[in-house]
């Protein structure tokens, strides 16, 4: 199904054209494609607006990802309530900065919004995104707090573990898909990086994932597809993740790491661990079902 039909479908259900739940099936024609060596950028730096940008531009800046009039979602971890500093969501900063470089870029709009696991409002606001996108004070941005009837069931056509669930509609009909987790530790999946973060996009029981989660992260990663992957290691949570919350199990690194693909992005972060991609069952998983490469030594890292 092309994209265009895909969005005038959902669409047609959401507003109860239909008289039957369609189970959408998406199969994306690009990854039977040959692909090129992965790139992926790494930047180090204090000011994370300048470092958004330095580590956006190897790859082609946010104008490779971003065309004019484009509907945008930015996917950040806000799902915990907690501060900026406790690491369980991603940085403030990071998520206005990729907002502005995304409106610079031309997008027609820009949506921002997680599936939170406390209480939706305390996370938007004390996690800090909230305030610093208020501060871009533009129209075409907004935050959004999810809306249950926007999840809509999907067939997932080549998961092995996962071979349907709702996901929600704006994840899937926007023209460009970015996704900003913060990198932690996770007491189920080890850590909770790029691959982890798509769960803030499901709707359903997600405990229901836990079992052969990391097979169901790859699974859905065939259908949740981000173009661009940026992960936030300014601050990672070391120990007691996802929620966190004590500052001795954060570490500040000042680092931000960016790549179109999501499977090398999240390899290249469980370093940061002392870890190797091989001891993260969803990037096993994923690299296994051809969505991106996990061997380092296959991967062109650029450092900025």
């Known amino acids: 199904m092309d994209r265009r039909q895909f969005i005038k479908d959902v669409f047609l259900w959401s507003a109860g054209a239909t008289l039957a739940v369609p189970q959408f099936r998406i199969i994306p024609s690009a990854l039977a494609a040959e692909r090129p060596q992965p790139l992926l950028s790494v930047a180090k730096g204090a000011d994370y607006a300048a470092l958004v940008s330095r580590v956006l531009a190897p790859l082609g800046g946010m104008g490779r990802f971003v065309k004019a009039g484009d509907k945008v979602v930015i996917k950040p971890n806000m799902g915990w309530d907690r501060k900026p500093e406790q690491a369980a969501n991603t940085n403030p900063l990071v998520v206005m900065a990729l907002a502005r470089e995304a409106l610079q870029a031309g997008a027609g709009k820009v949506l921002i919004f997680d599936r939170s696991c406390n209480e939706a409002r305390r996370c938007y606001a004390n996690s800090g995104i909230q305030a610093a996108l208020a501060g871009l004070d533009d129209r075409r ?68 994932m836990h079992h052969d989660l990391g097979q169901k992260l790859a699974d859905l990663a065939t259908v949740v597809r981000p173009k661009l992957t940026v992960i936030d290691a300014t601050r990672i949570l070391l120990r007691n993740g996802p929620q966190g919350g004590d500052l001795k199990d954060v570490k500040q690194l000042d680092t931000l790491i960016a790549s179109a693909d999501p499977v090398a992005a999240d390899a290249y972060a469980t370093t940061l661990f002392d870890l190797q991609p091989a001891d993260i069952d969803s990037t096993v998983a994923a690299y296994k079902m051809g969505l991106g490469e996990m061997d380092l030594a296959k991967i062109k890292v650029l450092t900025v």
């Open 141 to 208: 941005l907004k935050i959004d707090h999810m809306d249950k009837r926007k999840f809509v069931p999907v067939e997932i056509a080549r998961g092995k573990s996962l071979t349907s669930w709702e996901i929600y509609k704006d994840a899937l009909a926007a023209d460009c898909y970015i996704n900003v987790p913060v990198a932690k530790h996770h007491g189920l999946s080890r850590l909770t990086l790029g691959l982890k973060n798509s769960m803030g996009v499901i709707g359903g029981n997600r405990g229901e």
